[in-house]
């Protein structure tokens, strides 16, 4: 099969490259020019705790890419997906089939260009970090799953399943966007913890206080999710009835919600998010306005208060722009608030 996977970053990269590992035509493109001259000199390389690995695989900018495009995975940064789309449309059939492997609720735009049949869902737990040019660390371990946008289980959405299960175990799923926006709500979390520069373990394991206000962060975008009529569901390190129970008050669910993100990430390689990555390490832009500032925005709409969520966006911002620096004081300004 031919694969195009557009966005040959961490997910994106080693995506493509346990592709074609397995045997398939996969054509990595990315906008990096440094990154897909060095995968096409000298392939692309993968470091993982299980072990190194290398390919060769096919690499391109976007530029170079000629369509018609079959099967297309979508990888790039939540914030670029409207230029990507600019870019792919043009290069797809009637006949194509665009799975969004992002952050976020980006299916929702993905659907408007293209249409719903010819977008797949997909939540995507597992993680990485790109390191350098032609270079990508696996983190750990976690879910994969696919799912039509209208919930049918489907002849394609299984095949799809069966082909991504040499990347990562994955499964279907009848409720795509109960697991997209679970993602999406507990990302706020993730978020509050780049406003550091410790490991996400080490944030989780704070004194009740800042654990309370890690709950209330992401039953605010829960509640957002809700009032969408939306089914928010469990996955991995997330159990929407924990953070339900502790914005009520039941403090041995807020101990058992943070308890279970600290043994997650303790058995993985990969200890910040990638928010610290690109704020830490990169020196760019987050995808904290295609990420939060979508769920703030829809909540404005409904009527749904998110005072926390509105803090951690603008302190992010402060952060992008030079106008903060992390710390735990940061965390305690949220405390506060809370």
Not at 79 to 86: E, V
Not at 87 to 101: A, K, W
Not at 115 to 122: D, E, I, L, Q
Not at 179 to 184: D, E, P, S, V
Request: aromatic share 6%.
């Amino acid at each position: 099969m031919h694969i195009t996977v557009w966005g040959a970053g961490a997910i994106g990269g080693i995506t493509g490259g346990a592709l074609a590992r397995t045997g398939h035509d996969v054509l990595l493109v990315d906008a990096h020019e440094e990154h897909v001259r060095a995968i096409q000199r000298d392939g692309l390389h993968v470091l993982d705790p299980r072990g190194d690995w290398q390919v060769q695989v096919r690499a391109a900018t976007p530029a170079e890419v000629r369509g018609p495009i079959g099967l297309l995975l979508l990888a790039v940064k939540a914030q670029a997906t409207a230029t990507a789309l600019a870019q792919i449309v043009p290069l797809l059939s009637q006949d194509s089939m665009l799975v969004s492997v992002q952050n976020g609720l980006n299916e929702e735009l993905i659907a408007e260009r293209i249409g719903a049949a010819r977008t797949v869902g997909c939540l995507v737990n597992w993680a990485a970090d790109w390191v350098a040019p032609g270079r990508i660390q696996y983190g750990g371990p976690g879910s994969l799953t696919l799912g039509e946008l209208d919930g049918r289980i489907t002849p394609r959405v299984r095949d799809l399943a069966k082909l991504l299960s040499a990347v990562q175990p994955t499964r279907v799923t009848e409720n795509i966007w109960g697991l997209l926006w679970a993602k999406t709500c507990y990302a706020a979390l993730l978020f509050a913890t780049a406003l550091t520069d410790e490991t996400i373990y080490d944030v989780v394991e704070r004194p009740l206080p800042t654990q309370r206000m890690l709950v209330l962060l992401v039953a605010e975008a829960m509640a957002v999710a809700e009032a969408c009529g939306v089914r928010v569901e469990a996955f991995d390190e997330y159990d929407p009835a924990l953070y339900r129970r502790g914005a009520a008050g039941d403090l041995t669910a807020i101990e058992a919600a943070m308890a279970e993100i600290s043994r997650f990430y303790r058995k993985h390689t990969k200890v910040k998010t990638g928010i610290w990555r690109d704020l830490a390490v990169r020196k760019r832009k987050t995808e904290v306005d295609s990420q939060i500032g979508v769920v703030v925005a829809k909540g404005r709409r409904l009527g749904v208060a998110t005072p926390l969520l509105d803090r951690v966006v603008v302190m992010i911002h402060d952060l992008e722009d030079g106008r903060r620096v992390m710390g735990w004081a940061n965390l305690d300004e949220l405390v506060a608030l809370a």
